[in-house]
């Protein structure tokens, strides 16, 4: 009988623990999509690659910067894919979206239509909860039937947010997105046959 009684209190405090656990909650820096599909240009497309993210921040887990050089992985606020692959698929999505056109990557099409080619390169992403979400970034746009024309630029953007996760991750869509434009400036200058660098 008393054996019994251990075993049932030890079961009910498994589950009393299982049930306060904190649940993982996940987070996405793709922005919603627009209500209606917009026209699609067949003019030009674009191609983004993958892109390249600090080894610090590339975990499941949201990173934030608690002071200094101080790190924490918030264990139960993840994104819910990689976040180098969280990051292009952003991009995309808001360049296609500014754009009007589509992204080609890793499918295979003809050289009938003007493709460019996106490379990102983040050399920062803090997450200060309740301070602000900051993206450093490096990136190239090259109209691929010209060799050796490559518009080089660089990107910094720090959005001010608020102290929980949602507005962490709604403050680093904002960024990817200002990004987005200037990256899409870039390649509409370079459409309208201007060659020289278009960084500010």
């Known amino acids: 009988m008393l054996i019994r009684s251990s075993f049932l209190c030890a079961a009910a405090l498994l589950g009393i623990a299982a049930c306060s656990s904190t649940p993982t909650?996940?987070?996405?820096l793709v922005p919603a999509a627009p209500e209606r599909s917009l026209p699609v240009s067949t003019q030009f497309q674009i191609e983004v690659l993958p892109v390249?993210?600090?080894a610090?921040?590339?975990?499941?887990?949201?990173?934030?910067?608690?002071?200094?050089?101080?790190?924490?992985?918030?264990?139960?606020?993840?994104?819910?894919?990689?976040?180098?692959?969280?990051?292009?698929?952003?991009?995309?999505?808001?360049?296609?979206?500014?754009?009007?056109?589509?992204?080609?990557y890793g499918l295979t099409y003809g050289t009938g239509i003007k493709t460019y080619r996106i490379a990102l390169k983040v050399q920062r992403f803090d997450s200060v909860p309740g301070s602000y979400a900051r993206i450093d970034a490096v990136w190239t746009v090259h109209p691929l039937d010209q060799e050796k024309l490559v518009d080089t630029c660089s990107s910094s953007v720090s959005e001010p947010i608020g102290a929980n996760y949602d507005a962490l991750a709604q403050?680093?869509?904002?960024?990817?997105?200002?990004?987005?434009?200037q990256i899409a400036a870039s390649v509409s200058a370079l459409q309208s046959g201007v060659v020289v660098n278009t960084c500010s």
């Open 25 to 28: 909650q996940f987070y996405t």
């Open 52 to 54: 390249d993210v600090p």
């Open 56 to 104: 610090q921040v590339e975990v499941p887990q949201i990173v934030v910067r608690e002071s200094g050089g101080e790190m924490t992985r918030a264990e139960s606020h993840r994104w819910i894919a990689p976040i180098d692959a969280e990051i292009r698929s952003a991009l995309s999505a808001d360049l296609s979206r500014a754009l009007a056109v589509r992204d080609v």
């Open 171 to 181: 403050g680093h869509q904002q960024a990817i997105n200002a990004i987005a434009k």
